[in-house]
């Protein structure tokens, strides 16, 4: 077997080959159907002729549907590995941007983007995590860092992609091209990963992933109170996000700053957020993943009492700060619970975890909506920050399994365990 043969991955079964597929991927995934509703919906809203919150309800639907089939999704990434999981992610999420490229008005978007969230599902970062941990075990932390690291431009490529082709070729065309990439360049890069964890079936150790270990379970009371509070802490924080998301320019608004100095502030946040994940990069060999999670959660509630205190003048301060926080977020949600609780059932973790944080993210915007339009924004902004430090708490309430008794970082990816049946 040729040392590039796909269906083992080859070179490219290693960590950084398999971080830079799938890197790639997931930028493109996220740009072309994620972030398509913000430069789209404003160019296609008169087309479809309904109110422009019903339009941006059929993205939050995707995003319901999303966490709904999440668990599912875990449970066969488990049982088939995430290869054929993310093959298919990109051939439904093509399959939904066909539809809203050639179905007529709000039923054909709605019913385009249900298919879309289905696709968000198989394929975004719960399912390419939890492909990662089926891959390296614990040692998967680097990979899932470098993932987001190429990730974190889906936006930045992502918007500007959709405005260059939007006059060029309609909203429409738009969906049709972004059909040809997830088909075209998303498809035969997921097709490129290796079908099982490395060092199976007569791979070379060399050209191996690292193989996942045996680990006796956690104690099931230990276990059920971290899950718990590991969910609880990424539920709310995906809530908080959200709904900055989508009203923070108003939010600065209401502090005093007008409409050009608030989107320049807010666009701080996709820097910060990459940023956040150098840092998370930088100290990962030296800091356990619950230690670095704890750091970067105290950055929001910080960065808001810095707004509440000083004003316009700390805006931006607060925004670095925020995204830096949510940068370094992402990574550890696929880090923290790698690390707390093994790779053993890591893919069905990860999917029983999303569909709260899913279904936050799905209703956060449209919940807090009234609250922005009839309460002062120091008063979202205090709201905020106290849901912070809430779910600060639940994160420094986690306690290392009591067999580790400590949060040293875990084994380093150089040093694996024997590998045990999978």
Request: proline share 10%; glycine share 12%.
């Amino acid at each position: 077997m040729s040392a590039t043969d796909p269906a083992r991955g080859g070179r490219l079964a290693g960590p950084a080959g398999v971080a830079a597929l799938l890197g790639v991927a997931q930028t493109l995934a996220w740009g072309t159907t994620f972030y398509l509703p913000a430069v789209l919906i404003p160019s296609m809203s008169e087309e479809l002729g309904g109110d422009r919150t019903l339009i941006y309800g059929a993205f939050s639907l995707a995003l319901l549907i999303a966490g709904l089939a999440a668990p599912r999704t875990g449970r066969a990434i488990e049982r088939r590995s995430g290869r054929p999981v993310l093959v298919l992610s990109s051939c439904v999420l093509a399959a939904g941007l066909v539809l809203l490229g050639v179905l007529p008005g709000l039923p054909g978007w709605f019913l385009g983007w249900i298919v879309i969230g289905y696709g968000m599902a198989l394929g975004l970062y719960e399912a390419a995590f939890a492909t990662l941990g089926m891959l390296f075990g614990r040692a998967a932390r680097r990979p899932i860092t470098f993932v987001t690291l190429y990730a974190g431009f889906a936006s930045t490529i992502g918007w500007p992609m959709t405005a260059l082709l939007l006059p060029l070729a309609g909203w429409r065309g738009t969906c049709l091209v972004y059909a040809g990439v997830n088909l075209l360049v998303v498809l035969p890069l997921y097709l490129l990963l290796p079908r099982e964890p490395a060092g199976a079936a007569g791979v070379p150790a060399t050209q191996a992933a690292a193989p996942l270990p045996k680990e006796a379970p956690p104690p099931a009371a230990w276990a059920r109170r971290t899950l718990l509070l590991l969910t609880a802490f990424f539920t709310i924080r995906a809530f908080i996000s959200a709904t900055f998301a989508v009203h923070v320019v108003a939010l600065f608004g209401g502090l005093g700053l007008g409409v050009a100095a608030a989107v320049s502030v807010a666009a701080l946040q996709g820097p910060s957020q990459v940023a956040g994940r150098v840092l998370e990069f930088g100290i990962g060999t030296r800091a356990h993943p619950l230690t670095v999670a704890r750091w970067g959660a105290a950055l929001l509630p910080l960065g808001i009492g810095a707004l509440l205190a000083f004003g316009t003048p700390a805006a931006a301060a607060f925004m670095i700060g925020y995204g830096a926080s949510n940068g370094i977020m992402t990574i550890s949600r696929g880090a923290v619970p790698l690390v707390l609780f093994g790779p053993r059932g890591y893919p069905t973790l990860m999917g029983r975890m999303a569909l709260p944080i899913l279904l936050s993210q799905a209703m956060a915007p449209m919940a807090t909506a009234p609250l922005v339009g009839l309460l002062p924004a120091p008063t979202i902004f205090a709201a905020g920050g106290a849901m912070a430090v809430a779910a600060m708490a639940c994160l420094l309430a986690i306690r290392p399994p009591p067999a580790t008794g400590g949060l040293s970082p875990p084994p380093a990816a150089s040093a694996p365990s024997p590998p045990g049946p999978h």
